[in-house]
């Protein structure tokens, strides 16, 4: 922060908590639409992203995951 405070920030993407060349994400969901997850990760020279629309899958953290590697 800029007057030198730290301030802690949680994040409930289990992506980014597990999958240690995550570089970022976003998450949505709407009752309309369901969950959807946008991911990226980069190793070894390589950048990739995956996309996850409307899943109604309790699996909705391990399958970006699984896309990214």
Known sequence: MAD????????TNQVLKHF?????AKT???NAAGCGLVSSAS???KNVI????GSTSPKVWEEPEALLK
């Open 43 to 45: 190793y070894n020279g």
């Open 28 to 30: 949505g969901y709407t």
């Open 4 to 11: 030198g405070k730290t301030k802690l920030i949680s994040n």
């Open 20 to 24: 240690p060349y995550c570089t970022g």
């Open 50 to 53: 995956a996309v996850i629309l």
